[in-house]
């Protein structure tokens, strides 16, 4: 670098006005140091670059938010209330929903554990591990994998969860959803 213009009045001039150049201040010595000039196609690329790591970063990044939601305030969730659907082809045949039904606890070493009650004394109790996307959370259980669509939040304390469970032999597909909220 070569030292170069002066400070008046606050301001740095440099004396070589036709090159393009920037401007360093180090130690009460300005410098100004010419750069290059790029073509176009290059700046595109390097843009096109830019943008498709920021996609990329803020993806990884929502996962890893639903992820502390799920864990946060040891990660313990009271299940509000279950809802069921059962259909054949696209037509609804039954619905119920149960109340209160009980609570779901994600640890942060990826175990979980679900205590829940269908009513008519009808309870299920599971264990595992799981791991989430942004939009899903896979349980497993006993080698079994049950994949649970986030279908809102975790926000503000409240989460929905939907799994669906389908036969395409026989058409036949039902839906659970789960209204959860953290307990406190």
């Known amino acids: 670098m070569k030292t170069v213009g002066l400070l008046i009045n606050g301001f740095f001039m440099c004396e070589i006005s036709t090159e393009r150049l920037i ?12 750069f290059k000039t790029y ?5 595109t ?6 943008a498709f790591l920021a996609i990329g ?17 040891d990660g313990k969730w009271n299940i509000k209330s279950v809802n069921y659907k059962y259909y054949v082809g696209s037509e609804q045949q039954a619905a119920e929903s149960y109340p209160a039904a009980g609570t779901m606890e994600f640890k942060k ?22 791991t989430n996307t942004e939009d899903k959370i896979t349980v497993i259980a006993d080698g079994e994998a ?16 939907e799994q669906t469970d389908s036969s ?10 789960f209204n959860l909220e953290r307990a406190d």
Do not use: H
């Open 23 to 34: 401007f360093f201040e180090s130690e009460r010595f300005y410098f100004c140091r010419k």
């Open 39 to 43: 073509p176009m196609k290059m700046l």
């Open 45 to 50: 690329r390097f843009l096109f670059l830019f």
């Open 57 to 73: 970063l803020t993806s990884c990044s929502k996962e890893k938010q639903v992820e502390r939601q799920l864990i946060k305030k």
């Open 109 to 130: 070493g990826g175990s979980y554990m679900l205590n829940i009650s269908f009513g008519g004394g009808v309870y299920e109790t599971s264990s595992g591990t799981w």
């Open 146 to 161: 049950t994949v649970l669509k986030i279908t809102d939040g975790p926000k503000k304390g409240k989460m929905v969860l």
């Open 168 to 177: 395409p032999s026989t058409n036949e597909k039902e839906v659970y959803t």
